[in-house]
């Protein structure tokens, strides 16, 4: 018998010669738990300023959380940040669900990089009160809530840069792509500069023109979903990377979502301040579009908010398409007449109606009609 760590041999029936031993092999199980994050083949973009300024907070914090909305970058800036620092351990926590202290009795490193706190937030949070010298950054939604941190709030990129982003993304695709295209600062605006959503566009670039991507940019989620195999589930389509921070909500965070994409100013100031704070609103209490259009009524609101009356609902109705599906209603047009008209999906008009109705309180499009000529 020899010891299923070490190899020493064994005069009893334990399977372990050592206690150290046994820890490692405790250890050794934990860390199944913990995907390691893969190498990146293709090049870093912009965000000089970002590393910059990361890297002078690394210098004088222990720790350092970076947040910001799905899909803005923030696990793509921390591996850069930390590409050629010695002495580094990273952890992957995308589809962990707990974190156990896998530096118990074990030298710790020059700095833990925990990437994707989010579903495990508290256990973070834990780990680092246990070991109150080791030096962590990390990525999440929210801060870490944790003492001596010190929270950097990743934006979207430039305009300068998200044209080079998708530039680089479909010139590997397309050699004859034309990075001077007219609509390329249209495609990035529409996608809020965001890395994830730009980086999904600039792969469809193999199949469609630019002109055919900007529309079916209303239906984004639909067409954003090719993501390489190799990536997280939640980087291999702009939806997924949404959907998993809205999963995190509470019942009332997400109606709440769901109101403000409606209707901003209807949102209790204090729930808005939470889903500001879970990056789902900016820092000036805007939305980004790509979280808008997931967060329009009909995506996954658990909880039905309050029925309004129809001729209450007028101001609830600021979203433009929205409006413009009942005025086009009102006109006698189907559905598949309104999606052509729109250059959406038939599948967004049928569930907008579908929406119109359960908000409005209504059962038909006569009764939509009859609301928008009285709005």
């Known amino acids: 018998m020899t010891c299923e760590v070490c190899g020493a041999a064994l005069t009893t029936s334990a399977k372990y010669c050592s206690s150290a031993c046994r820890q490692r092999a405790y250890r050794r199980r934990a860390a199944r738990d913990v995907v ?27 720790i350092v959380t970076v947040t910001g909305p799905p899909g803005v970058g923030k696990s793509r800036l921390v591996h850069e940040a930390v590409a050629n620092r010695r002495h580094v351990l990273v952890i992957e926590l995308a589809d962990v669900t707990r974190v156990p202290d896998l530096l118990a009795l074990a030298p710790e490193p020059g700095l833990l990089v925990l990437d994707g706190c989010e579903p495990v937030l508290a256990d973070c949070a834990s780990l680092i009160t246990r070991h109150p010298a080791l030096r962590v950054l990390a990525t999440s939604r929210e801060s870490l809530n944790v003492p001596g941190e010190q929270t950097y709030r990743l934006r979207p990129l430039g305009q ?186 038939l599948r967004t008009v049928e569930a907008d109606v579908r929406d119109l109705k359960s908000v409005l309180g209504v059962r038909s499009r006569a009764q939509i009609a009859a609301w928008t000529t009285q709005a």
């Not at 090049?43 to 690394?58: I, Q, S, Y």
């Not at 982003?165 to 390329?184: H, K």
């Not at 589930?233 to 990377?241: D, K, Q, Y």
């Open 36 to 62: 390691p994050a893969s190498p990146r083949l293709d090049t870093f973009v912009g965000r000089a300023t970002e590393l910059t300024e990361l890297t002078k907070l690394l210098a004088r914090n222990r």
């Open 160 to 345: 300068h840069d998200a044209k080079r982003l998708f530039s680089d993304r479909a010139t590997a695709l397309d050699s004859e792509f034309d990075e001077n295209a007219a609509l390329l600062e249209t495609v990035c605006e529409r996608l809020d500069r965001l890395p994830l959503a730009l980086e999904l566009a600039a792969r469809l670039v193999r199949v469609l023109t630019l002109d055919e991507i900007v529309a079916r940019l209303d239906d984004r989620f639909a067409v954003l979903t090719t993501g390489p195999r190799d990536a997280p589930a939640h980087h291999r389509s702009l939806h997924a990377a949404i959907d998993r921070s809205y999963e995190l909500l509470t019942s009332a965070e997400k109606i709440a979502l769901h109101t403000f994409a409606l209707s901003p100013g209807t949102v209790d100031p204090e729930m808005a301040q939470r889903l500001q704070a879970r990056s789902l609103l900016e820092a000036d209490f805007t939305m980004l579009e790509s979280v808008r259009q997931f967060a329009l009524p009909g995506v996954r609101i658990t909880t039905p908010p309050p029925r309004a009356e129809p001729e209450d609902a007028a101001p609830s109705w600021r979203d433009e398409r929205l409006l413009r599906v009942a005025a086009m209603v009102a006109e006698g047009l189907t559905n598949k007449q309104i999606a052509d008209g729109l250059h959406v999906s």
